[in-house]
């Protein structure tokens, strides 16, 4: 069964031109202490959270409305506990998301070691079109990073999702993480409209490429044109 997505016509301007509007849903999953909140609120403020560590109980939620390509997309982005108590709350969320973006901290074996469990309980309660994304977060702990591209590039390959590295601190590739996960769902929802069912793999697909587009740019310190 799919998610149904909102999508409403807005005018602008008194200018008599609508614009068409779509509202999706992103969970932001993972370990405690990877750096889910920080990381939304780079998206959301661009402002880095800095001090001492406050863990997020149950579920926090936050809106923020963008432009894709000429489309205005509406995220509502739910932040959820890593804590285990916490995780049957989170459950529940799951299979009302059009996005997942799973953290780990790459300066914690442990946090990518439960990579495969948080990927376990995905596979299990949200829906089977939901588009996932690895996230190797607090990739600026260059001395203290335990975890290699590579590893993370290989648990994404065996499970078939895409792979990107963020810092919520520098705030590299935060906003170019959401904004391709906006870009993957509008085309989901235009294969939709032509096939009468959600088409995951093309969401899926749109995705591998803007990471890999944008990967191949980073060293030209140039991203991925959002218009």
């Known amino acids: 069964m799919n998610r149904p997505v909102s999508t409403t016509n807005i005018n602008f301007n008194n200018s008599g031109s ?5 509202t999706f849903k992103i969970m932001l999953l993972g370990d405690s202490g990877v750096g889910k909140t920080c ?9 880095f959270l800095c001090g001492s560590f406050i863990a997020t109980v149950g579920i926090d939620f936050r809106n923020k409305t963008i432009v894709i390509n000429n489309k205005q997309v ?28 799973l953290l780990y901290d790459v300066a914690s074996i442990i946090s990518f070691n439960h990579v495969r469990d948080w990927l376990s309980e995905i596979r299990e309660y949200a829906q089977s079109d939901v588009i996932i994304i690895l996230i190797a977060n607090k990739v600026d702990k260059a001395n203290e990073r335990v975890v290699t591209r590579e590893m993370g590039e290989k648990l994404a390959k065996e ?17 170019f993480c959401f904004k391709a996960v906006s870009q993957a769902l509008l085309e989901q929802v235009d294969a939709t409209t032509t096939t009468t069912t959600a088409n995951g793999q093309t969401a899926s697909k749109t995705l591998n490429n803007l990471v ?16």
């Open 212 to 227: 890999q587009l944008n990967d191949r740019t980073s060293n030209r310190s140039s991203c991925c044109s959002f218009s």
């Open 39 to 47: 990381l939304l609120v780079r998206f959301k403020d661009d402002t």
């Open 18 to 22: 609508n614009m068409q509007q779509s």
């Open 159 to 175: 499970y078939e999702v895409s792979y990107i590295e963020t810092s919520a601190k520098t705030g590299l590739n935060v906003e």
């Open 74 to 101: 509406k995220l509502q982005i739910y932040d959820t506990a890593g804590q285990e108590r916490f995780r049957s709350v989170a459950h529940s969320y799951y299979r009302d998301a059009n996005a997942l973006l």
